[in-house]
């Protein structure tokens, strides 16, 4: 098992930026790859950005390339997204997520921290 714990929403205004954080803990050596998604409210939640923990391959999804950036510390067992630019339509809450199995980053994932709210006002 895998517990995942994110930190560091909050309400920020739009051109603003927040960083969050998710702690992993467990059997994080069985780990492949972290990610990022998030759930607006009446809609489907959707892949954000993803780090292999060996080799640091990322992806992320169009709508937030260039303004976020996803890195870890495989030190601390941490991941991190740093948010740049924010705007409105980025509100969401924002889950962090770990996956066992290789191959593509937006999908697969076996283990979900409870998610944390980001709200950016216009």
């Known amino acids: 098992q895998v517990q995942l714990v994110e930190s560091g929403g909050g309400l920020v205004q739009a051109g603003g930026s927040l960083r969050l954080s998710c702690a992993a803990s467990g059997r994080t050596f069985s780990m492949y790859a972290m990610g990022w998604f998030r759930q607006a409210p009446g809609m489907e939640r959707e892949f954000v950005a993803a780090i292999t923990w060996i080799g640091g391959t990322i992806d992320y999804a169009d709508s937030v390339k260039g303004r976020f950036t996803i890195s870890r510390d495989n030190t601390k067992n941490r991941v991190y997204l740093q948010m740049n630019s924010l705007k409105p339509e980025d509100t969401a809450v924002y889950y962090c997520?770990?996956?066992?199995?290789?191959?593509?980053?937006?999908?697969?994932?076996?283990?979900w921290g409870q998610g944390i709210q980001v709200t950016v006002s216009s």
């Open positions: 997520a770990a996956k066992r199995s290789r191959g593509v980053l937006t999908t697969e994932y076996d283990y």
